[in-house]
């Protein structure tokens, strides 16, 4: 990633992760970005029903029991990240 001093960058990744709580058995979920950037565009992805729809299409079928974890990348145009995309994920 190209970050400069001022924060500014052309391109952003960041992780979004749903996995069990071994305590409460509760889902937990995590979006983290590395810059603002990226970690809005995590959020939009997770809220986002096609975005999420489309990432699930390779998914095991069972994928609404498992953890999972999606590496996304989003360029970023002047100030504005551009639609997100998965570049790998995990389901355990």
């Avoid at 990432?55 to 999606?70: L, S, T």
Wanted: hydrophobic share 35%; proline share 5%.
């Amino acid at each position: 990633e190209n970050l400069t001093s001022d924060w500014k960058t052309n391109e952003d990744y960041a992780l979004v992760s749903r996995f069990t709580n071994p305590g409460s058995g509760q889902p937990v979920v995590v979006i983290a970005g590395l810059t603002n950037f990226g970690t809005q565009e995590a959020g939009d992805f997770f809220t986002d029903q096609n975005l999420l729809r489309e990432a699930m299409q390779k998914a095991p079928k069972d994928w609404k029991q498992k953890n999972f974890q999606f590496v996304l990348h989003t360029k970023i145009i002047g100030n504005t990240p551009e639609q997100p995309t998965v570049v790998a994920s995990n389901y355990w």
